[in-house]
DNA sequence: TCTGGGGTCCTAGGACCC
DNA sequence: TCTGGGGTCCTAGGACCC
């Protein structure tokens, strides 16, 4: 038999906390005259990102598009998203969280963990008091409401702040898992997805009780090391620590973007994947970085998709620079007559932009030039607006397609055939004619 | 849940090397 | 030339998250 579930009350003090609808609640908070009514944001793209609770209420939920929750909700409040705004609001709500305690992790723009342990002395009262002290502190300076879980783990406390929204507050106690988990479905469970949920329960498993009842061995038989890792935190053995260090960098940088309508037009189709790539590297010079990988895929109307990637002989930060590449990739997955539904591009093997470094023979001055062409464009479009400033046929169209030529495609998923197919290619030298 | 957009981590299996 | 065993690195794809 395994070892007893703890039964002292906090061993750990692991708080999360999670905002209510957020984006919705902050234009609430920052347009007062909006308050009480239902609020929506992602006007921009026409699918609901976040609905306020007078919304929810309303049968208005997220990932609805406007028109039909219109139907539902004549008279919704429908707002663009204004990402600064609420980036602005998610620093000052931890801000106020570390004002308690420095061992606090960002995990999204609206949620975030705390680590309490330790803390009853320094702030002479019980570990609920102080959960409850960072959600009032919350509330009276921003005006927008979290719901808070207090309990002995990530894992727990997660579970907890769900367990009552919005602005609950839920603590589960080390001797109180008995009581708790048996009331936490296995799709509730933080880590377990729609086909772990099935194996589970294949199994005969059907609460979060149930899977802290067997045997640790068999969850880590059965689910690997995440098997095991959430069988522990579920249990109240804290083995995730909470992460105060940000994430500072990423792995990939993707765009993708599907169409209002499907198409067979070539151009269109090239066109937004041009867009995405812009994006793509936006995003990716606005953090420093530079890609040694890109990857274009294009998805058909069937949901199946075609994709290609190439290694870059140098990481590059510069649009221009991987234009006549993206071409050429693109010709090589294009085919006529399919019928396309979005594109996607992946910049991949991200490395630190620390200054230039030159390989010999390589042409400085154009890379400079292109380099600066970039920056300028940045600079344009962060004052007017995305995409003011955006590059010209001319300086992807020069290089003629190479459609055929032995391509060989993939296809993820490919229902008819299973088989996976992907094109690698290693460019010795960007093309570049500009 | 009929499908929006952007990520991360883990794992099995192949390639390659003693 | 056939047989082992073991280590490392890399990659594709699955699964999950917000």
Redesign the pocket.
């Known amino acids: 038999m395994e070892a007893p579930l703890i039964l002292h009350s906090y061993p750990r003090a692991i708080v999360h906390f999670d905002g209510d609808a957020f984006f919705a609640s902050v234009e609430q908070a920052v347009h007062p005259e909006l308050k009480g009514r239902p609020v929506v944001t992602g006007q921009e793209r026409g ?1 609901i990102a976040c609905a306020s609770y007078e919304a929810k209420a309303r049968g208005v939920a997220r ?1 609805v598009t406007l028109s039909e929750a219109r139907k539902k909700c004549p008279d919704l409040v429908v707002l663009p998203s204004d990402y600064e705004t609420y980036s602005l609001y998610s620093k000052r709500m931890f801000d106020i969280m570390r004002r308690y305690t420095p061992v606090v992790e960002e ?5 975030g963990f705390a680590d309490l342990s330790g803390l009853r002395r320094v702030f002479h009262t019980s570990y609920k008091e102080i959960a409850r002290r960072m959600q009032q502190a919350v509330r009276a300076e921003l005006d927008i409401t979290v719901s808070v879980g207090l309990s002995l783990s990530r894992g727990l406390a ?1 579970l907890a702040s769900k367990f009552r929204k919005p602005a609950g507050f839920t603590a589960v106690a080390g001797n109180h898992l008995h009581l708790f988990l048996p009331r936490i479905a296995l799709e509730k469970v ?8 099935q194996l589970l329960k294949k199994h005969g498993l059907q609460t979060a009780w149930d899977y802290v009842r067997r045997p640790e061995v068999w969850a880590e038989h059965l689910l ?3 098997g095991r890792e959430i069988w522990n935190e579920l249990r109240g053995n804290a083995v995730v620590p909470v992460a105060t260090e940000e994430k500072s960098t ?9 169409f209002a309508e499907p198409t067979r037009d070539r151009d269109q189709v090239f066109a937004r994947l041009v867009r995405n790539v812009e ?1 793509a590297f936006i ?1 990716l010079r606005r953090h420093k970085l530079r890609a040694r990988e890109i990857q274009v895929t294009l998805r058909f109307q069937d ?1 199946t998709y075609e994709g290609i990637e190439a290694r870059l002989h140098r990481p590059t930060g510069a649009t221009q620079e991987v234009m006549p590449l993206v071409r050429e990739l693109f010709d090589r997955i294009w085919r006529d007559g399919a019928e396309y539904r ?1 594109t996607i591009v992946v910049l991949a093997r991200l490395e630190p932009d620390r200054g230039e470094q030159y390989e010999l023979f390589e042409d400085r001055v154009r890379i400079d030039k292109m380099t600066r062409i970039s920056g300028v464009i940045d600079a344009v479009n962060e004052r007017y607006g995305k995409h003011t400033l955006s590059l010209g046929p001319s300086l992807f169209l020069g290089r003629r397609p190479t459609t055929g030529r032995g391509a060989l495609p ?1 296809r ?2 490919d229902l008819l055939g299973g088989e ?1 197919f ?1 094109q ?1 290619l290693r460019i010795p030298r960007l093309g570049m004619q500009v």
């Open positions: 699918i990932g995990y999204s723009i609206d949620e997660k933080w880590g377990f997805g729609p086909n772990t949920v690997g090391k995440i990423y792995y990939t940088i993707s765009k993708c973007k599907t994006s995003k949901f979005a993939w993820k998923r996976t992907r690698r």
